[in-house]
C-alpha cells in the first residue's frame, strides 16, 4: 500500500496526489494538520525526520521531495507513462529537454515563489533584507518568458506529450495566481486544458 502524507490544506503534496491518479495506483491519504504542528510529531519526524511535507510510504520504505517522489512513482509504473519512451528514436533529446523544464521551474521560479510566500502568505519574518520580496518577483517575471515561450511551440509545457513536468507546472502556475501574478492567455488555456483531464484531482 501507498500512503501519501499532505496538508489539511493545497502545497506541494497536491503534485503527488495527481501524478498517483494519473498512473492509477490504489493509495491512502493520511491529513497533516499544520496549525496543531503534526508534522513536528513523533510520528511523522520518523517519517521525514525534516517535519516536511509531502512523504510517501511504499513497502515498508519512506520517501520525501515532491518531485523526487513522482518520478519514483512513474518509474513504478510498468509503462512508465509520464516520461518519454526509451524505444523513441528522439528519447534523449525528449528526455533532456523534460529535465531543463524541470530543473529551469525549481532553479529560476520556485526557489523565488517559495521566499515569497514566507514573506507574504506565511508571515514568517525571519530578518529577511527590505525589498527581498520584490527582487523575488523580479526574478520570477523575468524567467517566465521563456516558460511562456514553451506553450507557444508546443501543446505541453516539455513537448507534445503530457509529462511530470506538466504535473509541476500546473503547480507552478498556479501559485503564480495565489499571490497575484495575471498569467496570459495562452497559459490559462494549458491550465484549463490539463484541468479536464480525465484523471486530474477533484478537489
Known amino acids: 500500500m501507498i500512503t501519501l502524507y499532505k496538508y489539511t490544506h493545497p502545497s506541494r503534496a497536491e503534485t503527488v496526489v495527481w501524478a498517483l491518479q494519473e498512473l492509477g495506483f490504489d493509495y491512502e491519504v493520511k491529513a497533516i494538520d ?3 504542528g503534526e508534522q513536528r510529531s513523533p510520528e511523522f519526524l520518523a517519517i521525514n525526520p525534516f517535519g516536511k511535507i509531502p512523504a510517501l510510504t511504499h513497502n515498508g520504505k ?18 512508465k507513462p509520464l516520461t518519454p519512451s ?24 520556485e526557489s523565488y515563489l517559495w521566499i515569497l510566500t514566507k514573506i507574504k502568505v506565511l ?5 529577511w533584507p527590505e525589498g527581498t520580496a520584490e527582487n523575488c518577483m523580479k526574478c520570477i517575471q523575468n524567467a517566465l518568458p521563456i516558460a511562456y515561450a ?14 511530470l513536468a506538466d504535473i509541476y507546472y500546473h503547480h507552478l502556475f498556479n501559485w503564480l495566481k495565489m499571490l497575484g501574478v495575471e498569467l496570459p492567455e495562452q497559459v490559462e488555456r494549458y491550465l484549463k486544458k490539463l484541468s479536464t483531464r480525465e484523471r486530474f484531482p477533484k478537489r
Do not use: C, P
Open 34 to 36: 499544520a496549525k496543531k
Open 62 to 79: 519512506h520517501f520525501t521531495e515532491s518531485l523526487a517522489i513522482i518520478e519514483y512513482l512513474n518509474d513504478l509504473h510498468t509503462d
Open 86 to 109: 526509451l524505444d523513441d528514436e528522439n528519447y534523449a533529446e525528449k528526455n533532456y529537454k523534460l529535465r531543463q523544464v524541470i530543473s529551469f521551474g525549481m532553479i529560476e521560479m
Open 123 to 127: 508571515q514568517n519574518f525571519e530578518n
Open 150 to 163: 514553451w506553450l507557444e511551440s508546443q501543446e505541453y509545457i516539455a513537448g507534445d506529450s503530457f509529462t
